[in-house]
């Protein structure tokens, strides 16, 4: 079932969060309709999308549950790699997987330009080659240090190799193209929460951004 929208709501120097825009300002109670362009609701975009429709995109989701249902923050997380067409590769302790399903809600980082042309015909050839390699069978997982990540991000490192650039430590991937997408993330999981519970969610804006 999908999550209904949250939709954003300037005024009273506030961001009004909200699944339904009200017609009157739960603030100071005064009518919404005409109080102007900044005060007309905004749908917040998810940051969060199948990743079976993600085409060549490293992948990011919950281990159990998923982000939107009760995901608190804390649990592991399992990363993955998708194919042309939206089969998702990722390693765990039983080996190699190539899902079809259950990465329905995750985080997702493109990772092929519309310009690579050579490369965008070679992914799926590339990712099944590099799955088949010894490192990924069952029993060389280790939770800590040879595991979803360490697959996901060697491929990536090996597509890089290839094409004659430098590879990318885990700490300058993660920083570079993971962190902004978990801060937007948890920000999004943080508002769906609180409207879970109450009809506003109400948040003072900086000086610059209020509007009476």
């Given amino acids: 079932?999908?999550?209904?929208?949250?939709?954003?709501?300037?005024?009273?120097?506030?961001?009004i969060f909200c699944r339904r825009a009200p017609p009157f300002c739960p603030a100071c109670g005064r009518p919404l309709r005409r109080a102007g362009l900044r005060a007309a609701p905004v749908r917040l975009p998810?940051?969060?999308?199948?990743?079976?429709?993600?085409?060549?995109?490293?992948?990011?989701?919950?281990?159990?549950?998923?982000?939107?249902?009760?995901?608190?923050?804390n649990s592991d997380l399992h990363v993955g790699i998708s194919s042309a067409q939206g089969v998702v590769y990722n390693y765990n302790e039983e080996g190699i997987?190539?899902?079809?399903?259950?990465?329905?809600?995750?985080?997702?980082v493109p990772l092929v330009q519309p310009d690579m042309f050579e490369l965008l015909q070679q992914w799926d050839h590339l990712l099944e080659e590099f799955s088949m390699g010894e490192e990924w069978l069952p029993h060389r997982y280790e939770e800590q240090d040879h595991n979803c990540y360490t697959y996901a991000l060697a491929f990536i490192n090996s597509v890089l190799t290839a094409q004659g650039?430098?590879?990318?430590?885990?700490?300058?991937?993660?920083?570079?193209?993971?962190?902004?997408?978990?801060?937007?993330?948890?920000?999004?999981?943080?508002?769906?929460?609180?409207?879970?519970?109450?009809?506003?969610?109400?948040?003072?804006?900086?000086?610059q951004e209020e509007q009476c």
């Avoid at 079932?1 to 961001?15: D, K, N, P």
């Avoid at 995109?57 to 919950?62: S, T, V």
């Avoid at 997987?97 to 997702?108: A, F, L, V, Y």
Wanted: some cysteine; aromatic content about 10%; overall charge positive.
């Fill in 46 to 73: 998810c940051p969060f999308g199948s990743g079976h429709r993600r085409p060549r995109a490293f992948l990011l989701r919950p281990s159990a549950g998923s982000f939107l249902g009760g995901y608190d923050g």
């Fill in 97 to 108: 997987h190539r899902d079809t399903t259950g990465w329905e809600q995750c985080i997702s």
């Fill in 165 to 207: 650039k430098q590879q990318m430590s885990k700490s300058e991937f993660t920083e570079k193209f993971v962190i902004p997408q978990t801060k937007n993330a948890s920000k999004y999981i943080t508002l769906h929460q609180e409207l879970t519970t109450k009809d506003f969610y109400i948040v003072p804006l900086p000086d």
């Fill in 1 to 15: 079932m999908e999550t209904a929208a949250i939709l954003r709501v300037r005024h009273c120097g506030a961001a």
